[in-house]
């Protein structure tokens, strides 16, 4: 990596307390991202990613803890700082986008008051400076009558100009960083593919560094220079997207590419999904948390976890047998086939 | 917004309707029969004969109905037994004195109900959490009238702190333009009257008040609970704004919208109670005046009274519903 | 290990559970509800064996004992002090006991009764009796709750049973508005939707999807109600419009006129509502714990 890293996670976790006993929500991750770069994690729900963003930016509900590592943003470690010191960060340097934008929107309060909210905190601006820079952001993310829409409320914007209208508030103070969790998962198909070539021109315009959520493969592909794989609370590969896409060594990245329906392919060809149930969190990883669903298991697999290693430079894989480098293509074109 | 008052009007036309015939059907159902019930000790064959004239009492039902919709429409509720007075004389003498304890008792039960909600729902799951649930709990488990006969006993006999009985010293000398006593005081600018007049009401306020607080309390809780659990309360946290920023414009404005509509549902609580605190404090409002009205079976003053009273109680649930589509943007404006 | 066996375990692993189950396992933890239990437990007992427990007749009394003045507050002979009549406060507040059960029984049973059948009828089959239902609910819930109770007994006329029936009246909208929501809500959900789509008979559908849990917030309500009942019941005693018998021992009966004697003879107020404090307060601890219980969002979620 050429350019000094913004943001740097090592090793965190975190646990939640409820009264079925503790959830092993992250089990030890680390990745670093820096400016103008774009970073996909990917995984099934409930595999930590949302936990982790919410981990970094010290917004967990009540039940979480972050319970280790730790995540240095401009040489300070965040997991230590008070709540205070962190609201001069939060929506300032570093901003977040959220999955549901009918939910994650004040139903009470007008949108242009919601874009101020964050001037007026971080910048001290007044009503009219503020309501000129919010009638500047709405317009940037592609509302029409920006001004007047300005006076409207939530439940008055359709779900794709709900969601630009959240992507002006995250971009209000000019954020360093973005976390956008799955923020096209609550649209249709249309109106996702405007909004990520919204969010990838506002990223480029502003050098801003992006960590884009998802479970959909397919918005990675588009959007992302790597990609990080989560599974049950770890990062079970990592690397460009190239390399993750056109070489995947882990199994599950293989079992999650592989159940993709291809259009290409020959028509009688049966479905195949990743069998098995997602791992119990209950317990903390004691040996690999795939291996229970994993076709390529192997001894090792049930007794320790996996180390992230390196096995071709820029990318990682945490797997004790990992697949082959040319499997995932052989695979392709068996399918394709005549 | 238009056309959702219209529509909620144009529905209290059948309510309205069906209670006026709820009423006239209840006075036929009295035992003594309708124009002995109204008439009451004094009548005599001469003067029930002229009921049975005046509301056509050998006519068909609907006719009489009809008689008693366009009376009732008049503005006459019939004359009492008691007093020989017009009703609704009386009801402008007493209703505003129930008015007058109805507000001060809500008043008293938001002013200490919502804090105390909002306070127990920060601090879920401490003490303070559990002994306020238990508390609104034992608040809504004593009946109104021991809770005023406790109040009055302490602060009254044993204290005697304030006063037992009435709205007023009978020492006051007050003009009543209003009947609203405490406006009659500011009005009169009479400042020693005015805080007899608050001394009077303090005590049975605050029992008629404690069932409204335990429940405001509760309702304030849960929907503050709820709320702070929401997404855009995540939002307003991830974007970095003050915790009573978050607490007051977040959280409570849209906890307010569940609040209120309890609130407007406790009026008629706040009527039943009523009733039974103005009987210990021997307090001259609607509450002791139906309650009289019962033993010495003046059925005019009951039959006007319920009507009249439950009028007042459908008008106010209705300004309650106009309020809470005001105050919620998604009915406000769409 | 092969896949399947692993699925097989994990399966097992997850402990069954009903709606039933959980909602006792969560009531059981719950130590406000405990204390509820405990307190109608020791209410039902009283009510129960109220002949062995009190010593004497709760109607007569002996005005010999007054002494001249009334009225003599608690002491070693008569643990609650004796009333205007000379009569035993200990042994009219155990037979009150039997009082305020009935009352709570009866008055929960015609209201929940009628409004059950009004309540299931205008919520399956909905169109214009569910409108006409839902009218003339409205126009017995314009009538604020105790103002109409005081109509029907003045229509009825004076009596522990009419204002028993009186209170059960009042509540009769609550129950049919509850169980009309209930049914309305069950029979649009998804899942009742999946059941018809895959073909499974109406009848079946009733019992099996709809019914039972329409029936979790009734039994919630009822509860509730009858905490609501026995003080209703008690208030219109306490207005005189009770029992004409003032020897009746009802709770709220034996509360009427006493404000007079505070000075003097504050038990014959304080002792009375207190004992209904207490039965109420035991009935509202269950009904919130049951109302806790039962709430799905709570349900087991690994």
Redesign the interface.
């Known amino acids: 990596m050429d350019r000094q890293a913004l943001l740097s996670v090592e090793d965190l976790r975190v646990e939640f307390w409820t009264e ?1 006993g503790t959830i092993y929500a992250v089990n030890g991750v680390s990745f670093d991202i820096a400016a103008g770069e774009t970073l996909g994690i990917v995984g099934e729900s409930g595999c930590g990613k949302s936990v982790t963003s ?1 981990a970094i ?1 010290g ?1 967990l ?2 039940a979480g803890r972050v319970v280790g590592g730790s995540a240095t943003f401009e040489g300070r470690d965040l997991i230590g700082l008070s ?1 205070d010191e ?7 340097d570093i ?2 986008i ?1 999955q ?1 934008p009918m ?7 007008t949108i242009g008051r919601q874009i101020r ?2 001037l007026e ?2 910048f001290g601006m007044d009503r009219k400076q503020a309501n000129k820079r919010a009638g500047e952001l709405l317009d940037r993310v592609g509302i029409p009558s920006a001004n007047a829409r300005l006076r ?2 939530p ?2 914007f359709s779900g794709g100009m709900r969601q630009r209208a ?1 992507i002006a ?1 995250a971009l209000a103070c000019e954020p360093k960083l973005i976390i956008a969790d799955e923020p096209t998962t609550a649209l249709d198909v249309t109106i996702q593919a405007q909004i990520l070539n919204l969010l990838r021109e506002l990223v480029r315009e502003r050098d801003t560094a992006l960590i884009l959520i998802t479970h959909d493969l397919g918005v990675v592909a588009g959007m992302c220079e790597r990609v990080n794989v989560m599974y049950a609370g770890m990062f079970m590969e990592t690397g460009s997207a190239v390399q993750v896409f056109a070489r995947p060594r882990h199994p599950y990245t293989v079992g999650l590419l592989q159940s993709v329906p291809r259009l290409d392919a020959v028509r009688k060809t049966a479905l195949n999904p990743i ?3 997602p791992r ?3 317990q903390p990883p004691q040996f690999c948390p795939f291996a ?2 994993c076709r390529y298991e192997v001894e090792a697999s049930r007794q320790e976890v996996p180390p992230l290693e390196q096995i071709e430079p820029g990318h990682k894989v945490a797997c004790f047998n990992p697949v082959p480098a040319e499997e995932w293509q052989r695979m392709k074109d068996a399918v394709v086939a005549r | 917004m238009l056309r959702f008052v219209v529509r909620r009007l144009l529905l209290l036309v059948p309510i309205l309707l069906g209670l006026s015939i709820l009423v006239f059907l209840w006075i036929r159902a009295l035992p003594a029969g309708p124009a002995q019930s109204l008439l009451g000790e004094r009548a005599t064959p001469e003067t029930i004969a002229q009921i049975e004239e005046q509301y056509g009492l050998d006519r068909p039902l609907h006719i009489q109905y009809w008689r008693y919709l366009k009376t009732v429409a008049q503005g006459d509720l019939g004359t009492t037994i008691r007093t020989r007075r017009p009703v609704t004389e009386e009801v402008k003498e007493r209703f505003p004195a129930t008015i007058e304890l109805a507000m001060a008792a809500l008043l008293f039960a938001t002013l200490f109900g919502i804090p105390l909600g909002f306070v127990a729902a920060k601090r879920y799951g401490t003490w303070i959490d559990h002994s306020s649930l238990v508390a609104s709990l034992i608040g809504i488990s004593i009946p109104i009238f021991f809770l005023a006969i406790l109040l009055k006993y302490v602060f009254a006999v044993q204290l005697g702190w304030l006063p037992t009985v009435g709205r007023i010293s009978v020492l006051i000398d007050l003009e009543h333009p209003t009947n609203f006593y405490t406006l009659d005081a500011l009005i009169a600018l009479d400042f020693v009257a005015f805080w007899d007049v608050i001394k009077h009401l303090i005590l049975p306020a605050i029992a008629l008040g404690s069932i409204p607080l335990a429940v405001t309390a509760r309702i304030t809780r849960a929907a503050v609970l709820d709320v702070q659990n929401e997404d855009y309360v995540r939002t307003a946290r991830a974007k970095g704004l003050p915790p009573r920023v978050v607490d007051i414009r977040h959280i409570f404005r849209n906890a307010l919208l569940p609040i209120s509509t309890i609130i407007g549902l406790q009026t008629g609580l706040l009527l039943s109670g009523a009733v039974l605190t103005e009987t210990v404090f021997a307090f001259p409002g609607m509450g002791t005046w139906l309650v009289e009205a019962i033993r010495q079976r003046d059925y005019p003053v009951l039959q006007g009274g319920i009507l009249f009273v439950s009028f007042v109680f459908v008008i106010v649930n209705l300004i309650v519903d106009i309020s809470y589509a005001l105050i919620n943007p998604r009915i406000r404006v769409s | 290990m092969s896949v399947a066996q692993v699925e097989a375990r994990e399966v097992q692993l997850e402990a069954p559970s009903g709606l039933w189950s959980d909602a006792w396992r969560r009531l059981k933890h719950n130590p406000a509800a405990i204390v509820g239990f405990a307190l109608v437990g020791i209410f039902l007992s009283i009510a129960i064996f109220a002949p062995w427990i009190a010593p004497e007749d709760p109607r007569s009394g002996d005005l010999s004992r007054l002494g001249g003045a009334c009225c003599p507050g608690p002491s070693a002979d008569y643990w609650f002090g004796l009333d205007q009549q000379g009569r035993d406060v200990f042994s009219r507040i155990v037979y009150g006991a039997r009082y305020s059960l009935l009352i709570g029984i009866v008055s929960v049973s015609v209201g929940l009764s009628v409004g059950l059948v009004f309540g299931s009828i205008a919520g399956y089959f909905g169109g214009w009796i569910d409108s006409i239902i839902m009218r003339m609910t409205d126009i017995m819930l314009s009538v604020p709750g105790l103002l109409l109770a005081i109509g029907i007994v003045a229509a009825l006329g004076q009596g522990l049973w009419q204002i028993m029936v009186a209170v059960g009246v009042t509540q009769i909208p609550i129950f049919t508005r509850l169980l009309r929501g209930s049914i309305l809500a069950t029979r649009e959900a998804d899942y009742v939707l999946a059941a018809r789509s895959v073909g499974v008979p109406r009848r079946l559908i009733l019992s099996a999807h709809i019914l039972p849990n329409s029936i979790s917030p009734v039994i919630v309500q009822g509860t509730l109600a009858l905490a609501t009942a026995i003080i209703d019941v008690a208030a219109l005693g306490f207005l005189g419009l009770g029992p004409q018998d003032p020897a009746t021992p009802e709770w709220g009966t034996m509360l009427t006129d006493t404000t007079r004697y505070l000075q003097t003879a504050p038990h014959l107020a304080l002792i009375p509502g207190v004992a209904i404090v207490i039965s109420v307060l035991g009935f509202n601890l269950i009904g919130d714990g049951l109302r806790e219980a039962l709430d799905p969002r709570f349900r087991g979620r690994g």
Do not use: C
């Open positions: 079925r919410l930016l917004i509900s009540r709540d962190l609201r001069t960060i939060r929506g300032k901003a977040m959220f549901d939910t994650s929107l004040n139903p009470v309060l909210e964050a905190t971080h409207d409320y439940h008055q959240m508030m069998e098995g149930n119990d969190m209950l229970p669903r």
